[in-house]
């Protein structure tokens, strides 16, 4: 019975591990980003070059940097995005920055700050949701 047990979560434990290595973002050169800088925020960026475990990227603001995997985030599509997401969205320049998305139009969102700064429209190509 303990043996039987056992196999079973196994095989319960072997499918959510294949699960959870599908769900891993494949990460390939070209690929527009978000990507962690130094001061722990994340900036738009695109990865240049991968290394192993290392990630080229410029940065949307001319900088170029080298991150890896932990310090990166697939940017969401617009067809996983709705009213009332959670996201960090850029505002200004390059940086991403925590609001609500409150409405979807064709070309953009428009997102409330967190900051209490104004809300504004944003390129869904400029969006991560927030898990």
Known sequence: MKKTILFTL???????????CNNKPEF?????????????????????????????????????GEVT??????????DKLKAGDKVLAVWAGAKFYSGKLIEMNEKNAIILWDDGSAQS????????KME
């Open 28 to 64: 390939k050169t070209g690929m527009l980003v978000a990507a962690k800088w130094t001061d722990n925020n994340y900036y738009l960026a695109t990865i240049t070059k991968i290394n192993g475990d290392k990630y080229s990227v410029d940065y949307a603001d001319g900088t170029k």
């Open 69 to 78: 995997l932990a310090d990166l985030k697939v940017l969401t599509p617009k």
């Open 10 to 20: 196994v095989i319960i434990f072997s499918g959510y591990l294949f699960q959870a």
């Open 121 to 128: 429209e944003v390129d869904y190509d400029k969006i991560l």
